[in-house]
């Protein structure tokens, strides 16, 4: 099949997308459970940054190498005014690119409709209020569902129900609004919003669901971390706050883009545990490697400085987009 310019141009970087994103991907699932090891030893809230980097390195790096240097070598090596056959499997591989990509926005776009239409509902059924503890006001929403929430992506709002307030004593409440707010300052939302825009491996194959499930286990138990900052009477404030709402219900969580108090029933048990004993954390999980990865980082960071400046490696990657393109 002959292309013009431009259609050439996005095929191939479908393919390349495609091919790069696929062999990152396999790379991370073969080192996920040693990186979920590591998790298990270290702090909930470097084992979240952590998964979370680990779980979104394939899309940086493929988006980097598609940015630095495929789109680069083409503009500048490749003739405007010549048409050229494109190999059918370099289509196929284009066609795959396109559809992951396709379902990654369809899921972002449904997920930000769904939030969108939900805060839109709270706003108009409920009100906002001051409460001590909480720098912004609160929504207090008057249904029946018990809620306790960050919700929205760029300004999001805390989102109460009433029947929590009723129910929570004043030390409870505030126990859960730090919780809640640890989730704000870390940007969790956000990250949910990168998980949901992260491409799968292969359309409808994603292989990363226990990594993001683990990394919103830690995310919990960070921001449970952080409410109670080593206080055993907020530790038992919290724990008794979790248990009072998880009484109430588990409300059906309506978006993705939604961090609750209370959000899964099977990690309740575990979630009050932790707060009720002291932990044990290894303080450097990672430092048989660091001084490795530190090495790996500086020589990797040298050699691609070397890339983008050395006009010759635009060169090479113009080769092999030719042969891919063939």
């Not at 491409?199 to 995310?219: L, M, N, V």
């Not at 960070?222 to 588990?250: C, F, Y």
């Amino acid at each position: 099949m002959t292309l013009p310019y431009l259609l050439r141009l996005i095929c191939l970087c479908l393919a390349s997308f495609f091919l790069l994103h696929a062999a990152a991907a396999i790379l991370v699932w073969i080192g996920a459970p040693a990186a979920l090891r590591v998790a298990e030893r270290a702090r909930p809230g470097f084992s979240a940054k952590f998964l979370f980097v680990f779980r979104m390195f394939p899309l940086a790096l493929s988006l980097f190498v598609i940015a630095g240097f495929c789109i680069p070598s083409y503009l500048w090596l490749e003739p405007v005014s010549t048409g050229e056959k494109v190999g059918f499997a370099c289509i196929g591989a284009a066609t795959l690119g396109a559809a992951v990509w396709f379902l990654s926005l369809f899921r972002v776009g449904f997920s930000l409709l769904r939030t969108s239409r939900y805060m839109s509902n709270c706003e108009r059924d409920g009100q906002e209020v001051a409460m001590d503890g909480e720098s912004s006001p609160v929504l207090v929403v008057k249904r029946e569902a018990p809620l306790m929430a960050i919700a929205g992506l760029f300004r999001p709002k805390l989102i109460v129900s009433r029947c929590v307030l009723h129910k929570l004593t004043p030390e409870q409440r505030e126990a859960a609004f730090r919780h809640e707010q640890a989730h704000r300052a870390s940007r969790d939302n956000l990250k949910r919003f990168l998980y949901l825009l992260a491409p799968d491996a292969f359309p409808f194959i994603s292989g990363f669901k226990r990594i993001e499930r683990q990394w919103a286990r830690y995310t919990e138990w960070a921001a449970d971390d952080h409410a109670v900052n080593g206080d055993s009477e907020r530790a038992l404030s919290l724990a008794a706050a979790l248990v009072s709402v998880a009484k109430l219900g588990t409300a059906h969580q309506p978006s993705y883009l939604l961090s609750s108090l209370v959000a899964e029933d099977e990690d309740l048990a575990v979630r009050v545990d932790r707060l009720l004993r002291e932990q044990q954390y290894a303080e450097k999980p990672l430092a048989p490697l660091v001084q490795v990865a530190r090495n790996v980082a500086l020589v990797g960071g040298g050699l691609v400085i070397a890339a983008l400046v050395w006009p010759g490696s635009l060169g090479s990657v113009h080769q092999i987009l030719e042969k891919l393109i063939q």
